[in-house]
T-cell receptor, first 109, second 114 residues
Framework: GQNIDQPTEMTATEGAIVQINCTYQ??????LFWYQQHAGEAPTFLSY????GLEEKGRFSSFLSRSKGYSYLLLKELQMKDSASYLC??????????FGKGTRLHILP | KAGVTQTPRYLIKTRGQQVTLSCSPISGHRSVSWYQQTPGQGLQFLFEYFSETQRNKGNFPGRFSGRQFSNSRSEMNVSTLELGDSALYLC?????????????FGSGTRLTVV
């Protein structure tokens, strides 16, 4: 079956750095996405990785290792507005995008 | 450019009833996917439509169905509603062929079954 695992909750301090890990086992692999979802809102696209390595976009970076079925999202210089759920998702061989259950990130002042 | 529009935003239905939810994708997007989001299970894939054809289907019972019209608008229907169908239903549109584009989600329809 398809399985995407990420921690349920994490807590970090404003101004710090946090890494949210994601491991996956899916039917094929055609790319990995990270989405941000604030409470009561729709998920919004953060990043996409299809090749191994690090993709940097401002304060957010995403890393992928296809051989290990592993990705992480790195958030730097945390701000209170970064308090949200972060969803890891994989596009499988049928082009479906399968989501993990999300990691709820709490930012403390 | 208008985003993905879902109607209605909120809905309360009684067990046994049926419901139809609507989704209008971003102009030019021909792929529409539907997800059910609950606190315990996260986002679960329901189905995907492209050019009026169902391209993928998740592991939901046959009570859940959908369709797509020639203008790419999509509807999903849930018949014989159960309490466990209470959830946020999200629709997302995308441009097939643009692999890194991912989805743009609508704001969702929150369905409560009582």
């Amino acid at each position: 079956g398809q399985n995407i695992d990420q921690p349920t909750e994490m807590t970090a301090t404003e101004g710090a750095i946090v890494q949210i890990n994601c491991t996956y086992q899916t039917s094929g692999f055609n790319g990995l996405f990270w989405y941000q979802q604030h409470a009561g809102e729709a998920p919004t696209f953060l990043s996409y990785n299809v090749l191994d390595g690090l993709e940097e976009k401002g304060r957010f970076s995403s890393f992928l290792s296809r051989s290990k079925g592993y990705s992480y999202l790195l958030l730097k210089e945390l701000q209170m507005k970064d308090s949200a759920s972060y969803l890891c998702a994989v596009r499988d061989q049928d082009d479906k995008i399968i989501f993990g259950k999300g990691t709820r990130l709490h930012i403390l002042p | 450019k208008a985003g993905v529009t879902q109607t209605p935003r909120y809905l309360i239905k009684t067990r046994g009833q049926q419901v139809t939810l609507s989704c209008s994708p971003i102009s030019g997007h021909r792929s529409v996917s539907w997800y059910q989001q609950t606190p315990g299970q996260g986002l679960q894939f329901l189905f995907e439509y492209f050019s009026e054809t169902q391209r993928n289907k998740g592991n939901f019972p046959g009570r859940f169905s959908g369709r797509q019209f020639s203008n790419s608008r999509s509807e999903m229907n849930v018949s014989t509603l159960e309490l466990g169908d209470s959830a946020l239903y999200l629709c997302a549109s995308s441009l097939p062929g643009q692999a890194n584009y991912g989805y743009t989600f609508g704001s969702g329809t929150r369905l409560t079954v009582v």
